[in-house]
């Protein structure tokens, strides 16, 4: 089975740049302390590697 991420959003999208706050948006995050979980695709990952500093993100087996 593919591995998940657990994605959680810890600092708030207010005074980031618009493509930044489009990249949270497409992973389902809208709120602070919110948790998401994607398959860790290579497109998941550039998303994540865009906005990594907003986030934690965590591997689930």
Known sequence: ?????RITLVRS???????????L???????????VEKF???????MINKVNYLLHVETIE
């Open 13 to 23: 999208e207010i005074g980031h740049k618009k493509d930044h706050r489009k990249v």
């Open 1 to 5: 089975m593919a591995k998940k991420l």
């Open 25 to 35: 948006r497409s992973l389902g995050l809208r709120k602070r302390n919110q948790t």
């Open 40 to 46: 860790d695709t290579p497109i998941i990952r550039g």
